[in-house]
C-alpha cells in the first residue's frame, strides 16, 4: 500500500466489476433458489469491495478481498469450490496485476494454499519472480505465513458428483453438455487512479499432465495498466493463452484508441470468437468505464460505480 487510505471525495471516480465465470448459464439449468445464492454471493462481493474503495482502498487490496471471498465460496471454481482434474485432485491457479507499477505475481498448479490469489500477490510482492508453480509455490506460500489447509478442504460434493459424471463420459468417449468455464475474478479502479486486476481458477474440469490455463498468464487472463484498463477473463483458456486476450484488448486502447467497451467487445466478440474461443471479460477503463462483454451463453457477473449504482446479471 503506497498511501494510507483515505476517505474519497464526492466527485472520486471508482469502479469494481467481477465475475464469477461463463458458459452454459440459462434460467432453465439454472434453478431459482441457485439463481439467487448466485446473486446474494455476488452481491456480497461487490458491496464489500466498494465499501473498501468508498474508504479509500487501493484497488490491489480491493481485488485480492474481492477474489478472496469468491475463493471461500463453494459456488464458483476457485478456491473452496475448484473443480476435480482427471486424477480427482484439486488444482489451482491465480494471478494478480497492479497497474500503477505494472508488476504481477501468480501460482499455478497449487493444492494446499487456501487463497492462490493471495500467494500470487505474495509473489509480486516479496519475491523476485512472477510465476511460481507446484510444491515450490505452497513452500513459498507457507514460509510467507499464508494459511496452508489439506488438500482436502477444497472438496465439495457438488463438484466431485460432476467429475464422476465427466470422468465417465470421458471414458465412453461422449460429451458432458452444460459445462460452464468456471474462473472468478475482479478488476477495479480506486480513488487515486489505479488499476488492478485479480483473476483465480480451480482449472478445466478433468484436465490431466499438470495442465494451466490462462488465468494465471499475465497478458492472457489478467492485466492491469494504469494508461489504459484492467482485465480479467474467464472462457476456454487455451484460446484465451493463444490470441493473448487481456493485453489484446489494453494494446487496442493504447495503439488505436478505442474505448474500453469497443475494445473488448472487439476481442471477445470478434477476434475470439472467429477463431471459436469461447467465454467472455470484465474490464475497467482508466477513466472508470466498465465492460463486460461475453460469447458464452451466459457470465456471472457485476459492477458498482461510485455512486453506488449495482448491477448483477447472469444471463444474456
Known amino acids: 500500500m503506497n498511501t494510507p487510505p483515505h476517505p474519497i471525495s464526492p466527485n472520486a471516480t471508482i469502479a469494481l466489476a467481477i465475475h464469477g465465470g461463463a458458459g452454459n448459464i440459462t434460467p432453465s439449468n439454472l434453478p431459482p433458489n441457485q439463481e ?14 466498494h465499501a473498501l474503495l468508498c474508504q479509500g482502498g487501493h484497488s ?36 494478480i496485476m497492479d497497474g500503477h507499477t505494472l508488476q504481477a505475481g501468480a501460482v499455478a498448479g497449487v493444492t494446499t494454499i487456501r487463497n492462490p490469489i493471495s500467494a500470487a500477490r505474495a509473489v509480486m510482492e516479496r519475491s523476485p519472480y512472477v510465476l511460481l508453480i507446484g510444491t515450490g509455490a505452497e513452500s513459498f506460500a507457507a514460509d510467507q505465513g499464508l494459511e496452508i489447509v489439506e488438500p482436502e478442504y477444497f472438496y465439495t460434493r457438488r463438484q466431485y458428483e460432476r467429475w464422476e459424471k465427466s470422468h465417465q463420459a470421458r471414458e465412453e468417449s461422449a460429451s458432458l453438455n452444460g459445462e460452464k468455464f468456471g474462473t472468478v475474478g475482479a478488476v477495479a479502479l480506486d480513488s487515486y487512479g489505479d488499476l488492478a486486476a485479480a483473476t483465480s481458477t480451480g482449472g478445466m474440469m478433468n484436465k490431466r499432465y499438470g495442465r494451466v490455463g490462462d488465468s494465471p498468464i499475465i497478458g492472457a487472463g489478467t492485466y492491469a495498466n494504469n494508461a489504459t484498463c484492467a482485465v480479467s477473463a474467464t472462457g476456454h483458456g487455451e484460446h484465451f493463452l493463444c490470441n493473448v486476450v487481456a493485453y ?29 474461443g469461447e467465454g467472455g471479460v470484465i474490464a475497467i477503463g482508466k477513466n472508470g468505464q466498465v465492460a463486460m462483454p461475453f460469447s458464452s451463453v451466459g457470465m456471472y457477473r457485476g459492477s458498482i460505480t461510485a455512486d453506488g449504482q449495482m448491477s448483477v446479471h447472469m444471463f444474456k
Open 248 to 276: 489484446d484488448i489494453a494494446a487496442l486502447m493504447e495503439y488505436k484508441g478505442l474505448s474500453v467497451q469497443d475494445a473488448a467487445e472487439e476481442v471477445v466478440m470478434h477476434k475470439l470468437a472467429q477463431r471459436r
Open 36 to 49: 439467487q445464492a448466485y446473486r446474494d454471493a455476488l452481491t456480497q462481493v461487490l458491496e464489500t469491495g
Open 60 to 95: 490491489l487490496d480491493v481485488v485480492e478481498a474481492a477474489v478472496r471471498l469468491l475463493e471461500d465460496s463453494p459456488l464458483f471454481n476457485a478456491g473452496k469450490g475448484a473443480c476435480f482434474t482427471y486424477e480427482g485432485r484439486n488444482e489451482l491457479d491465480a494471478s
